[in-house]
């Protein structure tokens, strides 16, 4: 079975408090999801990873969610066959990039606030505007 046409990118995001201007107007090809719970992302990723061509998951972004240790959790649970990122978004704004590397296995960047921007920009996953969330925390700040 061919692989579907749409690649997706996973967002395991606290959507009631948008800390990134999520890029919701993608082309169709390069779709964005955001599952509802930790649990739904696990389903989705063994999903992706099926034989039989399951989903296109192009990378997994957890935004915010969780600890750094439940993001080692996420990458051990990660199957062997999912080649896509995985990113992860500390609260203080820095992050975590495991990517395939050139032989066998994953690697792990820490990326800095600007890495992670140019990363999220990059991949179109943004839209270059900031969230009235962020804005309202910065001026408190």
Known sequence: MSRPE???TLILA???NPAIDWNYGRPAALQIAFPASVEALRQTIRRAARDDGGLDVERIV???MGTAQDFLDCL???PTRFLGD???I???GSA???AMARGDGRILHRLGR???RFYLEMHELVTGRTPKASIASEARA
């Open 6 to 8: 749409q690649r997706i």
């Open 14 to 16: 606290d959507q009631s």
């Open 62 to 64: 957890i935004d915010r």
């Open 76 to 78: 051990t649970a990660v």
């Open 86 to 88: 995985v990113v992860f």
């Open 90 to 92: 500390a609260r203080d």
């Open 96 to 98: 975590y990039l495991s």
């Open 114 to 116: 600007q890495d992670l």
